[in-house]
């Protein structure tokens, strides 16, 4: 809203509205009456005026009633009223006021130019000396001037209140759109967490399945010992325990999925002390792991949430890769770095001399290529090399100084 346009009703102030109608019609009445009255005493008015005063003064009052919705129309039919019925004085006041605060500035000009042509000279038509009519003059123009001057007043402080209300709509709209987007980001990681999550437990759960079904073929083939009651119960123990934490992981990844709308974004937050527990799951399955760190068990504390997950993701995809593509043999996992010279995390495994020995993990083929995405958003890299016979992943990421 600006000043060139008409000020428009605001809506559900309908109560509002005729109760201060009411009190302004009674008021311009009631004060209407007053200055009639005062002006019979202090001097004589012609006949005519005295009897068409109080009938103009209650057609300018009548008008106010209609000045919401017609405030040009209420302005025209006051002027002659304000012009020559004293008892009109205080509805002009409020005419003059609402023209101000309802029109467009090239419409509310006019007006009050037009009522300040009327009024000045109309004390000619009374009798009086010439000073009480240069009196009447600049009463008449101090008089539409501070009407005028209170209606502009609230008009700019309602085109003040809207913008702001506005502005406050906008800035509300951008929040609740920055919100949503930040959901939709977390939902987003949170479905690349459940990738990493169950892509780690069923590998555990196929390569334990696969090993007892090859010792069971080798067995059958005589080129190996049977498997013994212990082992069988041993092997079904671990797959049953991964097989549960897949399902108690998949149902937490579901429950932050259907979180509250209105909640705080959530995840899951592993953490780099979490990598024992990794480590220590891939050797119940048979995958010997050689894991290192050279990083103090106290700094790591301080490290933000977002790097121990990535820390941790990374050490996850390579061991999950090492037990696709090359079961069986020895890995090596390297965990080095400080504040301030960063962090690097290595997965080192020899190339299988025999792909496809055993069957093949199945997997989306993605998930190297996701976590360069995720390292590369923590303002990391990751560079993966198969050369000499070993395959190496490697993720380097800023472990900023305090």
């Given at each position: 809203?600006?000043?060139?346009?008409d000020?428009?009703?605001?809506?559900?102030?309908?109560?509002?509205?005729?109760?201060?109608?009411?009190?302004?019609?009674?008021?311009?009445?009631?004060?209407?009456?007053?200055v009639?009255?005062?002006?019979?005493?202090q001097?004589?008015?012609?006949?005519?005026?005295?009897?068409?005063?109080p009938?103009?003064?209650?057609?300018a009052?009548g008008a106010?009633?209609?000045?919401?919705?017609?405030?040009?129309v209420?302005?025209?039919?006051?002027?002659?009223?304000?012009?020559?019925?004293?008892?009109a004085l205080?509805?002009?006041?409020?005419?003059?006021?609402?023209?101000?605060?309802?029109?467009?500035?090239?419409?509310?000009?006019?007006?009050?130019?037009?009522y300040?042509?009327?009024?000045?000279?109309?004390?000619?038509?009374?009798?009086?000396t010439?000073?009480?009519?240069?009196?009447?003059?600049?009463?008449?123009?101090?008089?539409?001037l501070?009407?005028?001057?209170c209606?502009?007043?609230l008009?700019?402080r309602?085109?003040?209140?809207?913008?702001?209300?506005?502005?406050?709509?906008?800035?509300?709209?951008?929040?609740?759109r920055?919100?949503?987007?930040a959901r939709?980001?977390?939902?987003?990681?949170?479905?690349?967490?459940?990738?990493?999550?169950l892509?780690h437990?069923?590998?555990?759960?196929?390569?334990?399945?696969?090993?007892?079904a090859?010792?069971?073929?080798?067995?059958?083939?005589?080129?190996?010992?049977?498997?013994?009651?212990a082992?069988?119960?041993?092997?079904?123990?671990?797959?049953?325990?991964?097989?549960?934490?897949?399902?108690?992981?998949?149902?937490?990844?579901?429950?932050?999925?259907?979180?509250?709308?209105?909640?705080?974004?959530?995840?899951?937050?592993?953490?780099?002390?979490?990598?024992?527990?990794?480590?220590?799951d891939?050797?119940?399955?048979?995958?010997?792991?050689?894991?290192?760190?050279?990083?103090?068990?106290?700094?790591?504390r301080?490290?933000?949430?977002?790097?121990?997950?990535?820390?941790?993701?990374?050490?996850?995809?390579?061991?999950?890769?090492?037990r696709k593509?090359?079961?069986?043999?020895?890995?090596?996992?390297?965990?080095?770095?400080?504040?301030?010279?960063?962090?690097?995390?290595?997965?080192?495994?020899?190339?299988?001399?025999?792909?496809?020995?055993?069957?093949?993990?199945?997997?989306?083929?993605?998930?190297?290529?996701?976590?360069?995405?995720?390292?590369?958003?923590?303002?990391?890299?990751?560079?993966?090399?198969?050369?000499?016979?070993?395959?190496?992943?490697?993720?380097?990421?800023?472990?900023?100084?305090?």
């Amino acid at each position: 809203m600006t000043n060139g346009t008409d000020l428009a009703l605001p809506p559900g102030r309908a109560w509002r509205d005729r109760a201060v109608d009411a009190a302004l019609f009674c008021a311009a009445v009631l004060l209407g009456m007053v200055v009639l009255g005062v002006v019979k005493e202090q001097g004589d008015l012609p006949r005519w005026a005295v009897e068409a005063d109080p009938l103009l003064g209650l057609v300018a009052c009548g008008a106010l009633w209609w000045r919401r919705r017609h405030p040009l129309v209420v302005a025209l039919i006051g002027l002659p009223a304000v012009a020559l019925a004293t008892s009109a004085l205080p509805a002009g006041a409020v005419i003059v006021a609402n023209a101000a605060l309802r029109l467009r500035r090239r419409r509310a000009l006019p007006t009050l130019g037009a009522y300040t042509l009327f009024m000045a000279p109309s004390g000619l038509l009374l009798p009086g000396t010439a000073g009480d009519l240069w009196f009447d003059a600049a009463f008449s123009l101090a008089y539409l001037l501070a009407a005028f001057a209170c209606g502009h007043a609230l008009r700019s402080r309602r085109l003040l209140v809207e913008r702001l209300r506005a502005d406050a709509a906008r800035a509300r709209a951008e929040h609740e759109r920055r919100l949503a987007d930040a959901r939709r980001a977390e939902r987003q990681a949170i479905a690349r967490e459940m990738h990493d999550v169950l892509a780690h437990r069923v590998s555990l759960l196929s390569v334990h399945a696969g090993a007892l079904a090859y010792r069971t073929r080798q067995a059958e083939a005589g080129a190996g010992p049977a498997l013994d009651g212990a082992e069988v119960a041993a092997s079904a123990e671990v797959i049953r325990g991964n097989a549960h934490e897949a399902v108690e992981e998949l149902q937490e990844v579901l429950r932050l999925l259907h979180a509250e709308e209105g909640g705080e974004p959530v995840s899951l937050l592993p953490r780099i002390e979490d990598i024992d527990g990794l480590v220590a799951d891939a050797r119940a399955t048979g995958q010997p792991v050689d894991f290192r760190t050279e990083v103090a068990a106290g700094t790591v504390r301080a490290v933000r949430s977002q790097l121990h997950r990535t820390v941790y993701r990374v050490a996850q995809e390579g061991l999950t890769n090492a037990r696709k593509h090359a079961p069986g043999i020895p890995v090596g996992l390297t965990l080095a770095g400080g504040p301030g010279a960063g962090l690097t995390v290595e997965v080192r495994n020899a190339l299988p001399a025999a792909p496809g020995a055993r069957d093949p993990i199945p997997g989306t083929g993605t998930g190297l290529t996701g976590l360069a995405e995720r390292v590369r958003l923590d303002g990391g890299t990751l560079d993966h090399t198969a050369a000499d016979g070993t395959f190496t992943l490697r993720a380097r990421l800023p472990w900023p100084a305090r």
